[in-house]
């Protein structure tokens, strides 16, 4: 039958891409396969440099943390063992690791929005001033709670994917959530409430 040709019993073939999930492109990493590796860094780069970014405030710091966790992953990929989680958070707890490291090395950061290389700083400006009160106040809260707020409101983790991340317990990723929580809002409700600088008063011309 040629290529044209119709069958009563045939059904068109639908082409079907399979997905490779991250424990198969593990264990393909494993197997030495650079593709694979690629892979899982092309999944997981955004999510691990959004983190440290987040948990920083330095694009250089997050940029670090984020060649410093697939670095770690290549040497030790043995040291991640599937039946105790998912491999987000397992790369989110090394990232987390490197970020506390080097914050505590560095003691100083740039704060967002320095390097955020707008065309026209005009546009959205109004957002863009909201946006940074949030950060601010998120680096203004205590590492653990920030890093609770981050995991799980911003990343999206379950409380255990960060429980796992953060090598504690459920109960106490809720309670570190709870208070960061707290902190940010408080910290906003700060910022709202102070008063603006007051103007003279334009004066008559006679």
Same mark, same amino acid.
């Given at each position: 039958? &040629?290529?044209? &040709? +119709? ?31 690629? /892979? ?18 330095? *694009?250089?710091?997050?940029? %670090? ?7 770690? =992953?290549? +040497?030790?990929?043995?040291?991640? %063992? *599937? ?22 090395? @560095? $003691? ?6 320095? @390097?955020?290389?707008?065309?026209? *700083? ?19 809260? /205590? ?10 409101? =911003?990343? &999206?983790?379950?409380?255990? @994917?960060?429980?796992?991340?953060? &090598? ?12 960061? $929580?707290?902190? =940010? ?17 334009? +004066?008559?011309?006679?």
């Amino acid at each position: 039958m &040629g290529i044209g &040709g +119709r069958s009563g019993t045939s059904q068109p073939m639908m082409a079907s891409t399979v997905i490779p999930s991250d424990h198969d492109l593990l264990r393909g990493m494993r197997a030495g396969e650079e593709e694979a590796f690629t /892979a899982l860094y092309r999944r997981w780069q955004g999510p691990v440099y959004r983190y440290a970014l987040r948990v920083s405030g330095s *694009p250089a710091l997050a940029e %670090d943390v984020t060649q410093e966790v697939f670095m770690a =992953l290549l +040497r030790r990929s043995e040291g991640y %063992d *599937p039946s105790r989680g998912e491999l987000s958070s397992y790369l989110h707890g090394i990232a987390r690791n490197v970020a506390r490291r080097r914050l505590e090395r @560095e $003691r100083s950061f740039l704060p967002l929005g320095e @390097e955020a290389g707008n065309e026209d *700083p005009l546009a959205d400006l109004a957002q863009r001033e909201r946006t940074d009160l949030v950060w601010e106040g998120l680096l203004s809260i /205590a590492l653990h709670y920030r890093e609770a707020v981050v995991l799980c409101d =911003l990343q &999206g983790l379950s409380y255990e @994917e960060a429980a796992m991340a953060l &090598g504690c317990a459920v109960g106490t990723v809720r309670s570190r959530l709870h208070r960061g $929580r707290e902190q =940010l809002a408080a910290r906003l409700r700060a910022v709202r409430t102070v008063p603006a600088a007051a103007e003279p008063a334009p +004066r008559m011309v006679r």
